[in-house]
């Protein structure tokens, strides 16, 4: 299978369109050496050329199809090669791109749990409003760990894994939280027999989580903040990563403890990076520790074949 990096940003993309911090500040006026980075968003399909599936639809979508040459190959005086779309979750980074796409001809197939379908039928109605247009042929993925494929794209199989997170600020059950609010998605090339765990937002690394992890060959795992107390520290919010649903990659029970007891054949990858991270820097300390641990950045537009 041939996974493609749409965007690899956290909500707000990098820079943040009203952000001066280091970072942001940095990469506009060329004295941090990053890439910018958009919306978070994976393409993957079974093979170059074949159809494939959009795992969230980013706010950035448009532009992440005009700078992805195979998401549109032009058959047909309309044409896409995004089949269906899988969300992680509910959140404005994940959903929003779905009005982006509304000129399809036919129903968009949008696979999500029945929490987040609650959610974008009502907090969010990106549902209704779609409604107005191609429309959604919705499927709920099943949360009891069977596998499920696509019908437009067979040779992949996906599995889903409740994870720990939070449910959107406007979903209305986001006191109490949902199974299903949010999710991991392990991938797997039914003829290849390969597969990948992607997790964007993972609070903690459960005993099942890790399960997934250590299975797959690659894992695009939650790499939004270096530590727990990262936008505090900065001033720019209240809100500890935890709280935001987000594992911190630094310090004891981070994700690079947890990446580093994964086979020395995995391929590690960290995505939906928030903009105030400093492993954006790639002269930064914390940038050369990562390279150190075996673990890869994810950048827009990059490809991992598996
Ligand atoms: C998150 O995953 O926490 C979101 O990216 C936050 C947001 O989009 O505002
Ligand atoms: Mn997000
Ligand atoms: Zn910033």
Not at 6 to 32: E, I, K, T, Y
Not at 44 to 50: F, I, K, L, M, S
Not at 83 to 89: E, Y
Not at 233 to 238: C, I, N, Q, W
Request: net charge negative; proline share 8%.
């Amino acid at each position: 299978m041939r996974i493609t990096v749409l965007g690899s940003g956290a909500g707000g993309g990098f820079p943040q369109w009203n952000c001066n911090c280091r970072n942001c500040a940095g990469v506009r006026d060329g004295s941090v050496r990053a890439k910018p980075r958009t919306q978070s968003s994976l393409f993957v399909r079974p093979h170059e050329g074949a159809d494939g599936v959009l795992f969230n639809a980013s706010p950035d979508v448009l532009e992440q199809v005009r700078s992805c040459a195979a998401l549109q190959p032009a058959r047909r005086l309309r044409d896409t090669a995004i089949a269906a779309v899988v969300l992680v979750d509910g959140q404005v980074d994940h959903a929003t791109g779905l009005l982006m796409l509304r000129e399809r001809t036919s129903p968009l197939p949008v696979w999500c749990t029945e929490a987040v379908a609650a959610d974008l039928d009502s907090g969010l109605p990106v549902f209704g409003v779609l409604r107005h247009y191609c429309g959604v042929d919705p499927h709920a993925i099943p949360l009891d760990g069977a596998s499920f494929t696509l019908p437009a794209v067979p040779d992949l199989t996906l599995r889903a894994l409740p994870v720990a997170g939070k449910a959107a600020p406007y979903s209305p059950h986001r006191r109490e939280g949902a199974p299903g609010d949010n999710i991991g998605v392990t991938i797997t090339d039914r003829r290849r027999g390969t597969s990948a765990f992607y997790a964007p937002g993972l609070m903690e690394v459960s005993p099942p989580v890790f399960d997934a992890m250590h299975g797959a060959d690659a894992v695009l795992v939650d790499g939004t903040f270096w530590t727990d107390d990262e936008m505090i520290r900065l001033g720019l919010s209240r809100h500890r990563a935890r709280d935001m649903g987000h594992l911190a990659l630094s310090g004891r029970g981070g994700m690079i403890e947890w990446l580093a007891r994964l086979p020395p054949r995995t391929r590690r990858c960290l995505i939906h990076v928030n903009n105030t991270n400093p492993i954006l820097d790639e002269d930064s300390p914390e940038r050369a520790a990562l390279a150190q641990a075996g673990i890869e950045v994810c950048e827009d537009g990059m490809e991992i074949v598996l």
